[in-house]
């Protein structure tokens, strides 16, 4: 666990360190760096992924029957990740962007009961994920550009708890494996001498109702459950 977080504060400040030098570097410079660079139909590259994990949840209409259980709450993490790019030119303001990703992510449900004691499901993802995206790039002037990017994303979960064995005394939600997300996003496109780089904002919702019920008193206080992720990203492109 201390390994985890560890990796994680290092790959948080390394990806705001490169976003600064980055940024800095591209407005300090007059000359327009490779100006053809839009005309080439497909580039490739790689992503640093930072995230921030959060559930999206309902409480069931069965939730005050419990005598002892007073209120669920959720706690989000910060996780990380990477991945590799596939941009393909549409048209001249817009591109068709597909990525593999692994993610990182974590995140707790608090159970609240009756005289101050509580009960915290830990869930933890290790998500292969591919996005399939059309982004829209606003004019290019000199080595900035905007963009915005939106599509879907699809999920499979490697650490899911579905298999997991679970009781009363064990406090286990677990999300089905795979889920579709949709997402929106917004960025930046840097333009260097010999590739590109784009610090994008990205928000991820899950679609529908990814948890899966039992009949123990934890997932039984929740109706339905799905994962959403904010994330901010470093994209490398060549």
Sequence with gaps: MQLFENIQKITMR?????????????VT????????????????????IGNNAK??????????????MQQ?????????GVGGIVNIRLLDHWDFRTMVN?????RHLNFHFKGGNF???IIRSTYMEIPLQLKYKSKRYENIRMYLVGGTTFRYDFASDKETDRSNTK????????????????????????????PEFRISNGIGNSMIKDEFIYSGAITRMSPKLIQFILHFEG
Aim: glycine fraction near 6%; charge should be negative; hydrophobic fraction near 45%.
């Design 72 to 80: 669920v709450r959720t706690v989000s993490f910060p996780g990380f």
């Design 102 to 106: 692994i993610q990182f992510v974590e």
């Design 14 to 26: 390394l990806a705001l360190i490169l976003c600064v030098v980055f940024m800095g570097n591209t």
């Design 171 to 198: 406090p286990i939600v677990a999300l089905n494996p795979p889920t579709f997300s949709y997402d929106l996003g917004v960025g930046l496109d840097l333009y260097y001498e010999y590739f590109k780089f784009s």
């Design 119 to 121: 009960e915290e499901a």
């Design 29 to 48: 410079k007059a000359q327009v760096n490779n100006p053809l660079y839009d005309l080439q139909r497909v580039h490739f590259g790689f992503s640093i």
């Design 55 to 68: 559930l999206k949840y309902t409480n069931s209409a069965d939730f005050m029957d419990f005598d002892t």
